[in-house]
Every structure is written in C-alpha cells, then in structure tokens.
C-alpha cells in the first residue's frame, strides 16, 4: 500500500487559499487520492476524490501530477472553521492513514 | 439521520473487563470497516466486512479483538480482558461495494483504567 507523506502542520490566516501537497512517490495504477478533514473527537469526513488532473467540488479543488506521486489538495479562502487535521489517503478499499497536516486558520 | 452511528459514544472500563461496541452503517453499504485512533496519531485500520464476510484483519487486531457482522447490516465490536493500551477512539465506516468514499461515524472513546 502506497505510504504518503504530508506535512505535520500549516498556519494561514482567515481568507487566504491553503494549498497541502502530498506525496505518494509508491501509489498503484489503480489507487485513487482521497482527502478527508478530521476535528477532534469526530470521525473524518470525506473532502474530495480524484484518480488524474483536476477535481473540483463546493468546498475544494484537487490538483494530481500527470505522473501521480503527488497531490495537492487546495482549499479556497478558509475560514476558523477550516482548523483541523487533513489526511491525504491513496488506494482502494483499505485506507492508510498518516498522521495529517494539522491546519491552524488565524483570524 | 441515515450517517453511520455508533454506541456507546464513550465507555470507561477497568482493566481485564470485556467491553462491546455497536456500528450501524448506511443502510445500503455493503462495506464495513473499523478503525482504532489513538492521540495525535491517523486512524488505523483494524478489519473489514463485506456483506457478513470478514474479509480482511490487520495485524494490529489480536486474538483479544474479534468483531461480527452477522447479518450484513450492523457490526459488533468486543475487546476481550482490556488492557490499558486499548485505550482510544474505535472508528467505524462503511462504504458502497464499488469502493469510493467511506463514510465515518463519530467514533466510540474507550478508556481502560
């Protein structure tokens, strides 16, 4: 299964974009990207998905290399309500966890 | 609310007790998975189901962990003679059986004392 790495953490201010790349030099030809946001004491919760190029939903954009080892996952002016843990997650069925990029919106 | 729930929300338990908990899935999911979080760390995951069929553990389950699906809709949970590493948030997902987004609930919180 396809390890991925993130980083640990990123402070942004309230409005900005918040751009979190993630690496996953290993990941299958038949994997897909799946970002989720997790706050405390709650179960993650489902962001976006992708498999190439470019994915867009109402809460964010989902940026994948024509070669795949890397996604970035792009929020849009984020608000106090955006702070959380992120996870970058690749494959099918089973999802790895790492331990996420810890986003911290500043007002 | 048809989102994944689960029960208790928390449970606080002496060491050694056995403890069970409860997940019932989207209805529709054919998939069900648990997961075991500890603090500061991702969920990992534990087992899956689908339908009634235990179709995968991870090493991280011992012979203490056994977990049930037995009619393909909700799925039990027990930890045999708790030790206090057992300690953590016990997620459960389920998912359509073409894959795709897993769908959390909020988590069971055990405390082993």
């Known amino acids: 299964l396809a390890k991925t790495t993130q980083p640990i953490s990123m402070d942004s201010y309230e409005g900005q974009e918040v751009n979190i790349t993630c690496s996953h030099n290993n990941i299958a030809t038949n994997d897909y990207i799946t970002w989720y946001q997790q706050f405390p004491s709650q179960g993650p919760r489902f962001i976006i998905q992708g498999y190439k190029t470019k994915v867009t939903n109402e809460v964010a954009s989902l940026f994948i290399p024509a070669d795949r080892k890397s996604s970035t996952l792009s929020l849009p002016r984020v608000s106090l309500s955006d702070t959380a843990v992120y996870y970058c997650l690749v494959g099918g069925y089973k999802y790895i966890f790492g331990t996420g990029t810890r986003l911290k919106v500043l007002a | 609310d048809t989102g994944v729930s689960q029960d208790p929300r928390h449970k606080i338990t002496k060491r050694g007790q056995n403890v069970t908990f409860r997940c019932d899935p989207i209805?529709?999911?054919?998939?069900l998975y648990w997961y075991r979080q500890t603090l500061g760390q991702g969920p990992e995951f534990l087992t899956y189901?689908?339908?009634?069929?235990?179709?995968?553990k991870s090493r991280l389950l011992s012979d203490r962990f056994s977990a049930e699906r037995p009619k393909g809709s909700f799925s039990t949970l027990e930890i045999q003679r708790t030790e206090q590493g057992d300690s953590a948030m016990y997620l459960c997902?389920?998912?359509?059986?073409?894959?795709?987004?897993?769908?959390f609930g909020p988590g069971t919180r055990l405390t082993v004392l």
């Open positions: 997902a389920s998912s359509p059986v073409g894959g795709g987004e897993q769908f």
């Open positions: 189901f689908q339908n009634e069929a235990q179709l995968e």
């Open positions: 209805s529709e999911h054919n998939r």
